[in-house]
T-cell receptor, first 112, second 113 residues
Framework: EAAVTQSPRNKVTVTGGNVTLSCRQT?????MYWYRQDTGHGLRLIHY???????QIGDVPDGYKATRTTQEDFFLLLELASPSQTSLYFC???????????FGSGTRLTVL | GDSVTQKQGQVTLSEDDFLFINCTYS??????LLWYVQYPGQGPQLLLK?????NKGISRGFEATYDKGTTSFHLQKASVQESDSAVYFC????????????FGAGTRLKVIA
């Protein structure tokens, strides 16, 4: 069974704070994605990657950086967090040829 | 780029009612259309996939079809149960460049026993 693990599950920070969300997949997948989920907007793509060292810009990238250090690990960085970034964040992975997208359990981030 | 529109924000049904959720899509390539389901406290998981090759997908009593003429795709179930209460997302695989998955806004289904 494919596995995507996110940490932390919950995070509270203050405006201007520095936050790193972590994601590890053990699926041997090439593609990894970061989404945010907000009511009325569904899942919106922040950044994605097709391999270690690669980074692609998604649809809502402003205020976020990402880094893919290995095949397994993908990080989302908020260097100056703002209340508008309060959201539920999901990491996901997939193989080539539009295989199933596997999601983690999410990280709920609150920026005060 | 590719896009998906899902307008039904919330649907409330009674057990054994018929479920129908509709999405419209826009793509310049042959579409791969997906339905994901998200239960409380979990990440979304794949429910069904529909392509131009199969035209229809069936899983767990749910059926997904698409209409190329109206560029729409549908999720339906003949008789919903309380356990089907969840958020349902339609999605499209965007093949332009690297693989991206474009999601609709989601439909929250509440089934009353």
């Amino acid at each position: 069974e494919a596995a995507v693990t996110q940490s932390p599950r919950n995070k509270v920070t203050v405006t201007g704070g520095n936050v790193t969300l972590s994601c590890r997949q053990t699926n041997s997948h090439n593609y990894m994605y970061w989404y945010r989920q907000d009511t009325g907007h569904g899942l919106r793509l922040i950044h994605y990657s097709y391999g270690a060292g690669n980074l692609q810009i998604g649809d809502v990238p402003d205020g976020y950086k990402a880094t893919r250090t290995t095949q397994e690990d993908f990080f989302l960085l908020l260097e100056l967090a703002s209340p508008s970034q309060t959201s539920l964040y999901f990491c996901a992975s997939s193989g080539y040829n539009a295989e199933t997208l596997y999601f983690g359990s999410g990280t709920r981030l609150t920026v005060l | 780029g590719d896009s998906v529109t899902q307008k039904q924000g919330q649907v409330t049904l009674s057990e054994d009612d018929f479920l129908f959720i509709n999405c419209t899509y826009s793509t310049t390539t042959y579409p791969t259309l997906l339905w994901y389901v998200q239960y409380p406290g979990q990440g979304p998981q794949l429910l069904l996939k529909v392509t131009t090759a199969n035209n229809k997908g069936i899983s767990r009593g749910f059926e997904a079809t698409y209409d190329k003429g109206t560029t729409s795709f549908h999720l339906q179930k003949a008789s919903v149960q309380e356990s089907d209460s969840a958020v349902y997302f339609c999605a499209l695989v965007d093949y332009t460049g690297n693989y991206k998955y474009v999601f609709g806004a989601g439909t929250r289904l509440k089934v009353i026993a």
